[in-house]
C-alpha cells in the first residue's frame, strides 16, 4: 500500500510542499529521490493466484477489499510513475481520483465516450477549444449523440429553453464548459452549469458537470469547490510547463473517474512512465511558474489596453466592477492567470504583420510553457470553426492570443512594443 503521507504531527501540509514526495518514500527504491522511470511495459506477479485476482480486478470480475491497492500487471493497465502522479494530481482540486492521458483531447474524448450514450445530450459553452468544437460539433453526432451550445453570459433561462428546443425529450447526460474560454477568456458560470444539470436529474444516469479547467488550473480555479463532478486538464500545458510533453488528465469523485478508468484500460489511451515522470518533475515548481506568469501578464495586459494599436484586451485582471463577467469572476476564480486574448486593430493582414514582427515571443500554439508563444485563432488553433460561428463567438481576424511565460517582464513589453509599429 503506497504511503500518502499529507501531514506532519497535526499540521497540514499545503499541495506545493506535497509534490516533493506524496504517495512515494525513498526507501522503496534504493534510496532515491525520485521515483524512478518504471519503463517497462509488464510486471512479474508473485504468484499465479496473484495474477488472477490483478486480473479479476481490472475485469472488474472481483471489488478491491477494503485498504487494497490493485496490483501491477500491464502499463497500459497500471504504472507507479502514473500512480504516484496521479495521487498528487488529486491534491490541488482535492479530488478523490485523478487519471493520466496520453493527450488533453484523449482526456476530454473519454469522458463523453464514458458517461455520455447515443440519444442522450451533451449541453455545452462556447467558444470551446478547436479540437473540442469538431468532436462535439462533428464526431459525437455522427455517433448520435446530441449537443446543444450556449454561449458566454446567457441566463439559465434561456438555455433551458434552447435545450427544450433544440433536444426535445432527449436525456441531458453531461453539462461540458471551457472556463475561461479558449481563446476568448469569456466566463461561464459553474454553479449556473450546476444548477442546469441537477434540475434534470432523475436519479437514474443523472447528468455530471464536467470542466475543462486547462487555463487556470488548477491553481486560480478549483471547479469542484463549485459544484462541478469532474475537471479536465491539458496537462500539456501549465502543469506539464515546459513545451516538452503532451498529456491531460480528468479528476473528481471515484463514481465518476472509474468508468473513466475502465474506458482508458481498452482504449489504451494512457500516458507513458516517461511522460508521467515529466509531470512530476514540472508539479514541483507549477505553483511557482504560474504566479510568475501572472504577474507578468498583468503589466502586459495594462500595457497593451493603453496601445493606440490595440482595439481591445481580454484579460480577467482587467474586468470592471460593472462587467456583468466581473460577478462570476470574483466568486468563482482565485486569480486572473496569465492568458491574453486581444484584437490588433485592423483584421488578418495587421496581425500578421504584428506575429512575424515579434522576436522575443514566440509565433506558435500552444500554451502554458515557461517561454510566451502568440498565435492567431482564426486560422490556427480555431481554423476548423466555421468562420459565420467563428463571429458569433468574437473570433475575429484581429484577434491574437498571447500565452505569457516567465521571461523578464520589461523584455517582453519592448518585444511587444516594436511589434505594434510594425501594424
Not at 490493485?70 to 478523490?96: C, F, H, K, Q
Not at 483531447?105 to 473540442?132: C, D, K, Q, W
Not at 469523485?253 to 514540472?282: C, E
Amino acid at each position: 500500500m503506497r504511503d500518502k503521507w499529507d501531514s506532519i504531527d497535526e499540521h497540514r501540509l499545503r499541495p506545493e510542499s506535497l509534490m516533493m514526495g506524496y504517495a512515494y518514500k525513498p526507501e522503496w527504491s534504493e534510496g532515491s529521490m525520485k521515483s524512478p522511470v518504471f519503463q517497462t511495459s509488464t510486471f512479474a506477479f508473485p504468484s499465479a493466484e496473484a495474477g488472477k485476482h490483478f486480473f479479476a480486478l481490472a475485469y472488474g470480475l472481483e471489488e478491491l477489499e477494503e485498504g487494497e491497492e490493485p496490483g501491477l500487471v500491464y502499463s497500459r493497465m497500471n504504472n507507479p510513475d502514473l500512480e504516484i502522479l496521479e495521487d498528487r494530481l488529486t491534491l490541488w482540486d482535492r479530488a478523490e481520483a485523478a487519471l493520466v492521458f496520453n493527450s488533453g483531447m484523449a482526456a476530454i474524448t473519454n469522458a463523453f465516450l464514458s458517461h455520455v450514450r447515443p440519444g442522450e445530450v451533451i449541453l455545452h459553452s462556447g467558444p470551446l477549444y478547436g479540437g473540442t468544437d469538431h468532436l462535439v460539433q462533428h464526431t459525437l453526432p455522427e455517433l448520435g449523440i446530441l449537443t446543444v451550445e450556449f454561449g458566454p453570459g446567457e441566463q439559465r433561462a434561456d438555455i433551458a429553453e434552447r435545450l427544450a428546443a433544440q433536444a426535445p425529450g432527449a436525456p441531458l447526460r453531461m453539462v461540458y464548459l471551457e472556463t475561461p474560454a479558449n481563446p476568448t477568456n469569456d466566463l461561464i458560470d459553474i454553479e449556473m452549469c450546476v444548477e442546469i444539470a441537477r434540475a434534470h436529474a432523475t436519479g437514474e444516469r443523472d447528468p455530471i458537470v464536467a470542466v475543462d479547467n486547462t487555463f487556470l488550473g488548477p491553481i486560480w480555479q478549483s471547479p469542484l469547490d463549485h459544484g462541478a463532478d469532474l475537471v479536465i486538464y491539458s496537462l500539456t500545458k501549465f502543469v506539464g510547463g515546459h513545451s516538452d510533453l503532451i498529456a491531460g488528465a480528468a479528476v473528481g469523485s471515484k463514481d465518476v473517474i472509474d468508468p473513466m478508468l475502465a474506458t482508458r484500460t481498452f482504449t489504451g489511451s494512457q500516458a507513458s512512465p516517461w511522460t508521467g515522470w515529466l509531470l512530476m518533475r514540472s508539479l514541483e515548481t507549477l505553483k511557482l511558474r504560474m504566479q510568475r506568469q501572472r504577474e507578468t501578464a498583468e503589466k502586459i495586459a495594462n500595457y497593451l489596453a493603453q496601445h493606440p494599436r490595440v482595439r481591445s484586451v481580454r484579460y480577467l485582471g482587467l474586468l470592471s466592477a460593472d462587467d456583468p463577467q466581473h460577478e462570476v469572476y470574483r466568486r468563482q476564480c482565485l486569480g486572473p492567470g496569465s492568458m491574453i486574448s486581444f484584437e490588433i486593430d485592423g483584421g488578418e493582414a495587421e496581425a500578421f504583420r504584428f506575429l512575424n514582427a515579434l522576436r522575443l515571443v514566440h509565433l506558435a500554439v500552444s500554451l502554458g510553457g515557461t517561454e510566451s508563444l502568440a498565435e492567431h485563432p482564426a486560422t490556427t488553433t480555431h481554423a476548423g470553426v466555421g468562420e459565420e460561428h467563428r463571429q458569433q463567438l468574437g473570433i475575429t481576424q484581429g484577434l491574437v492570443r498571447m500565452s505569457v511565460g516567465v521571461e523578464h517582464p520589461d523584455d517582453l513589453l519592448y518585444d511587444l512594443e516594436q511589434a505594434l509599429k510594425a501594424v
